[in-house]
DNA sequence: GAGACTCCTTATACGGTGTACGAGGCGCGG
DNA sequence: CCGCGCCTCGTACACCGTATAAGGAGTCTC
């Protein structure tokens, strides 16, 4: 095993995916193992939050103290990672495959992309600080790459529309995902929670001035149902935009512009 | 002032900014001020990152012991909103407001808003995780719903639009900061880390598989020259999309689907 | 059966964190 | 001079990640 503090010794790649080590199996009277410990920590971090799991919590609730983790994993960084690569896999690779075409394939990735975020509230604050170079997380890039490939943009192009698809589609679930978390805190219904915070925000003098201008937006979202028709229609929306706008680009360099 | 395990009660709404109260002046011998405090925290942000930034270090900075900083503000929570709205106060909504039409606006927007976030990584891991309702963020707020605002589209598709580019600009922002805090951390400029990155996935068996398909891709991006040119490149070309995407939404709103 | 060796778990300890609590010191109005 | 507000500090608590070393259980060897 590699010791913690070897480990900021290669910044550059510090991953457990890069130098990897096989994984110690669980012979020991505790029954534990790696992927007992990860399954664990993903249960955990769903319902405790980031802030919430901590490696004595976690071996407690494994029935063990917190440095018999460490015979298994290097680091708590560590466990988070294997715990990211974990949920990727609930990205169903096959129903994409199944896609008719590569606006199928990308609004079917974008859409189980964007829930497994909002299942997962801990995963975007984390992803977006480590290199997702697991083996499931490198299949979805590959899925992506595949998809964004069959649209028949330019290769240098390419790289932009991955882009604004799934960084758009991150930033979503990120939003959305917070959203959920913190009505789920304050023990309400995402729809009380959202018209409760409207409400206090219309009666607060500090944000009136700032809401005034989209009086028009919020009442034509209020007359559209429940807050979660809205992530979606509001999602499909912008699919729509970002499909259409792939599909101009396409038409544009075909006309040799 | 308000003890921090009373904060919790509200979690609805947890944050500086509902609650507010008047900030309290330096009169003392230290000429602490909240303000300072707040400045003091952005450079230590930008310069230490997230992990690096506590508030005995913070203090020590400042002369003075950690609770001193308590006087002027609750929790280190508060100091880190207070901070990210300091920093939404570097998008120039002057420059948005010269823009000719909403392309060039939100183009402006976006731009500013990316460049923001690279500025100061430790900006998207937090953002994400509060509300985000400080003044100054509230004005870019508005100011970018005023803008999709003067895209033409429907109401019931401004905010499908508003996420798609700047959630867009949110995750795009993000990937690019943490990579050139890696770079950084490594030590190295940002052509000779990625080209050390791609290099390493070539050799190791294990990633080669999945980087061969995107060979042509990587070749391309080779051939073209920096990397931080490669991020201009492919942030303008999603751009793109989205502006065409847009377009083509309008186009067909106004043809009466 | 005794010893050694490997695998796994544990106890203890270090240096850090955010922050609650209470004791001061300093300047000012009475 | 006294008290009172403002501001700073010392101390303490509970918690964190994890380095280190010791301990126990099983198995293999002689």
């Known amino acids: 095993m590699v010791k913690a503090a070897d480990r900021a010794k290669n910044p550059a790649g510090s991953s457990v995916w890069l130098e990897q080590r096989a994984p110690r199996s669980g012979g020991g009277p505790a029954g534990l193992d790696r992927d007992r410990i990860v399954a664990a920590s993903v249960r955990m971090l769903d319902r405790d939050g980031l802030g919430g799991f901590s490696m004595r919590r976690l071996a407690a609730e494994l029935g063990v103290t917190a440095m018999s983790l460490y015979w298994y994993v290097d680091t708590k960084d560590d466990i988070i990672e294997y715990a990211i690569d974990t949920v990727y896999r609930e990205i169903d690779l096959d129903a994409v495959d199944a896609g008719a075409d590569w606006r199928e394939r990308i609004r079917t990735l974008a ?12 995963m975007s604050p984390c992803a977006g600080q480590y290199l997702n170079i697991g083996p499931c997380a490198i299949a979805v890039g590959s899925r992506i790459q595949e998809a964004i490939r069959g649209t028949g943009l330019p290769l240098s192009g390419q790289p932009g529309a991955m882009s604004a698809v799934f960084q758009f589609v991150y930033g979503y679930g990120t939003i959305e995902s917070q959203f959920e978390r913190r009505a789920a805190e304050a023990g309400m219904s995402q729809d009380d929670f959202y018209t409760g915070s409207v409400a206090a925000f219309r009666d ?21 149902g429940s807050v979660t028709d809205i992530w979606e229609r509001d ?23």
């Open 111 to 122: 859409l189980d992309y964007r829930r497994m975020l909002v299942r997962h509230p801990w």
């Open 204 to 224: 607060d003098p500090q944000f009136r001035e700032a809401l005034e201008p989209m009086t028009d937006i919020l009442d034509e979202r209020a007359s559209h």
């Open 235 to 257: 999602f499909a929306y912008a699919l729509d935009i970002l499909v259409a706008g792939i599909e101009a680009m396409v038409a544009r360099e075909s006309a040799g512009t």
